[in-house]
């Protein structure tokens, strides 16, 4: 097996002795934001076609039940549009064959907003659970641009990064970026980083190469699935981080601490893929 498939496994391993104790899985509603500009052809195929590795690593081990919706924005129209709400794994695909490259103007942060159900007049809506954590995955190469009132407004304002950052902790939303280029990474890091979030090199996933691609795919769903668990040690009252009302077993809370030994590693491990904020 290859090297750094098989450390993935073993962050996936660990991150599930860590939580063992708890029965009932965490509800994560993710929302896919991915810009539809020229350039971002590759990537929406990518994503499109490796979804389903995405999913069975992020849920394989029980701890997470994911559905999974999608935003397209940045086409000639530069206004978000809804290409599926929550879903599963096949719908997620069968939306995606929707996400075209054809644009030019960015304007990411009223995408996140708008995939908050946050904009005024907003027709299309996500199905959110009400106990679930909300995760906001944005896909782009390009910093966010030409955020207008046009495009969408909150409180008839535009969205700015500072909207947007009060509106992703009214939510209490992970936000992470797959992004490239340094403008790119300046526009959106401090608001990913201050959302539980991490920076992942769009590099990784805008290739042919597909050997490249599934490494990638499996080291970010495997962060995922760790931050996911980060989300619930820091909010244990949130409604999606109940704890299992049964005592654990002896054999399990040593399973607990084997696994807080392991985390250390496993984040140095995803820290290979991440580009610093």
Known sequence: MNLKKLLSGL??????????????????DIIFVVDESGSMGTVQANLRNNIGLFASILTGTGQVDAQFGLVGYGNNAAVPRMLTDLTDVAGFATAAQGLVASGSTEPGYTATAFALNALDNQTDLFSFRPNAVKNIIILTDEPSNGDTV??????????????????????????????????????YSTLITDHGGTVFNLQQFNTTNQTVVEEFVADFAAAKLQETLDFCQLNPTHPACQPSASVPEPSTLALFGLGVLGVAACRRRHAALAIAG
């Open 150 to 187: 046009g495009r969408g407004s909150f409180d008839g304002s535009a969205i700015s990064q500072a909207v947007l950052d009060a509106l992703l902790t009214d939510n209490n939303a992970l936000y992470n970026g797959v992004l490239s280029g340094n403008n790119t990474i300046n526009s």
């Open 11 to 28: 962050c996936v391993g660990i991150a599930m002795a860590a939580t063992s104790a708890q029965a009932a899985p965490i509800l994560s």
